[in-house]
């Protein structure tokens, strides 16, 4: 199996583009991709997305963005897992790579979700949750999420107040990333006083939606020496595992089990373990993601996640700082492109260009992308020499 | 590279399932494919389906699929090119085993349509088109078709009347297989005076629609040992190239310059040409489709692709024989499941387990399956021993 890198990486700004289409968002990613990568030729294709066949009536993503990114007759294809799509078509790629088909393949996640009116738009996420025992009985995705959360704090004793430190930090990063959503700091008074979505879910533990498209492009290390010189960020580890996609059929839905499987095969891949990962972009679509994420990955005990936020370790300079772009809560969630924003950033922080968030000496990032309410989870860890 | 073969096939009859939903669809051919290659553990489930988001409200199949088949924890994706979708995620799937990253695979294809009314299904086939360049002015998936037969019958002299022997074959084949959705044979009288549907495609030009699913267990030849013994079929060669969507971008409309490269390309990987194919299973969407991809596949000249059916080559027996279990047009059209159909026919073939429409001797077998109007065209190649 040949070992990948990361030779390129782009991204759009995530807001409401009602100026750009679907096609023209994953364009400006890819061509960034391509151009930090300094190449303009590819062997193939990937896209993550999710919604495109219902939200913008476009199927056929792999050939309709090689098509207007100028690169006809390329391999494409596109790979969906929900809210986990531009991970797993990532990891799509990494395969093609590793396994010698294909020798450059450019990955796109994108999602455009403002053209869909607001109640379709909630039913199709809900698409990401099982449509005959979830979703046909009217529970939504943020739902799905409140009965977790609500159940969690039961369990664990903690408060609603204590999750705030999740959000804060997010939007705190968030201030010095120009693609993030939001530009505006977070106090623990906002959040506390926010309108409620979902008992006990309200506005400042959900991620927003968006428009928006990340890129990157892989070839194998080695070829390396046959493109411009970057900073050598290899794909160390490459998993995924899934679990029962009705949060109801499990034995503990307070427990991420493939969170846990994929990340301790990443762990296994990597030669390395928690105390080693220098930054971790999580999936904190919401707050009670943050917690179950950092408990699966063995950064916390279980029931302990929120502790690390109060004890500021998750924070630049933490033990385990997270979402040092502003992760899903203030970059934003445009739903398939969101593992490919979290892909970007871990590389960001690893060539030492993530700037006022710049994790000092960062040698090791990983990333955990959520799919459905924990069923399809995929765990990348990369690494810089 | 590891070399990859495919241990177990299995499929459900093509019909309207009114009373079984997708998941129980796809569960059919899983388990029947699990059965036939006499395992019960997969690694990785990788799903074929081109509308469920929009037409059965559920994304996500990979972990949808792999909880009812019973096979939870595993790598689980969904892979969307059109009506190409199921070879494409065959085609991951090999993908995923020549790398090494996973060792046996299970491929699932599944399609179900009749849950969507008639306007809405011709609306999301659409979708396989280029949403803003075709589907905006209202051309249909047919009437893209149409445009390019009518072009043809112009360009190269030919009557409507020349493309019945495709549908008559398919019909023929169908007879003989317990799985197609009609077993009626179709007589050129009858072929002739059927409903028009977009001129100058008539119904007897026209595939079906129809729900069902069709799955095969990949795993490297050289883990065959640790298996029950079966006929050893390897895939030779496994190829994709993409054309612009949209259809007034090519070129040349009349060629399909995608499936020209894809097969190209397999017949490099596989050192053979088209003169050793035993049987072809191609994508007879429309007589249209036949013709061209005959072509383009090098079985016939250009605009010469009628004269093959006519001269009575594309029979069982003949020089190339296609659509041998029915094709497209007569054992149906499950959008996503159709790759998979056909590469479990050209199991079937090599495994001596055709029956009546056995080609005998078959020792090396194709499949071409066609995403969009020619978008993106998937081509694999398959050996027996």
Redesign the interface.
């Known amino acids: 199996?040949r070992e990948v890198a990361v030779l390129g990486i782009g991204q759009t700004p995530i807001e409401e583009h009602w100026e750009k289409?679907l096609?023209v968002l994953a364009g400006e990613a890819a061509l960034a991709a391509l151009q930090d990568a300094g190449i303009s030729r590819v062997d193939g294709?990937f896209v993550g997305n999710?919604?495109a066949?219902?939200a913008?009536?476009?199927?056929?993503?792999?050939?309709?963005i090689?098509?207007w990114a100028g690169l006809?007759?390329?391999?494409?294809?596109?790979?969906?897992?929900?809210c986990s799509s531009g991970s797993?078509a990532f990891?799509?790629g990494v395969?093609?790579v590793?396994?010698?088909?294909l020798d450059v393949v450019l990955v796109v996640g994108v999602e455009k979700m403002s053209d869909s009116p607001g109640d379709e738009i909630t039913?199709?996420l809900?698409?990401?949750?099982?449509?005959?025992w979830e979703?046909a009985y009217g529970v939504s995705f943020v739902a799905l999420n409140a009965l977790i959360m609500r159940r969690y704090m039961h369990e664990y004793g903690w408060q609603h107040e204590h999750f705030a430190l999740f959000s804060i930090n997010s939007h705190q990063n968030a201030l010095h990333n120009p693609y993030a959503r939001f530009h505006s700091p977070l106090s623990l008074q906002e959040y506390l006083k926010a309108p409620m979505v979902t008992p006990p879910i309200n506005l400042m533990d959900a991620s927003p939606m968006g428009d928006g498209a990340a890129a990157a492009v892989l070839v194998p290390v080695e070829h390396l020496h046959r493109f411009p010189p970057k900073p050598k960020v290899r794909v160390v580890a490459?998993t995924?595992?899934?679990?029962?996609?009705?949060v109801a059929?499990r034995r503990d839905p307070l427990w991420l089990?493939?969170a846990e499987?994929s990340a301790r095969q990443a762990y296994a891949q990597a030669g390395v373990g928690p105390n080693d990962i220098d930054v971790f972009e999580l999936h904190d679509a919401f707050t009670i993601m943050s917690a179950l994420s950092l408990e699966a990955c063995g950064f916390a005990e279980r029931g302990q996640g929120p502790r690390l936020a109060l004890e500021g370790e998750i924070q630049i300079g933490g033990r385990i700082p997270i979402c040092t772009r502003g992760g899903l809560k203030a970059r934003g969630h445009p739903v398939g492109a969101t593992g490919m924003y979290q892909i970007v950033e871990v590389v960001q922080q690893l060539r030492g260009e993530a700037g006022e968030t710049q994790v000092e000496g960062a040698k090791i990032g990983m990333t955990q992308n959520i799919?459905?309410s924990g069923?399809?989870i995929i765990t990348h860890i990369f690494r810089v020499d």
């Open positions: 199996m289409s096609r294709v999710m919604m066949g219902s913008n009536h476009q199927q056929q993503l792999g050939a309709y090689a098509d006809r007759y390329a391999n494409a294809l596109h790979v969906e897992t929900a797993a990891r799509a395969m093609a590793a396994s010698g088909v039913a199709e809900a698409t990401a949750a099982d449509a005959d979703s490459s995924a595992a899934t679990d029962t996609i009705a059929s089990s493939a499987r799919g459905g069923s399809n």
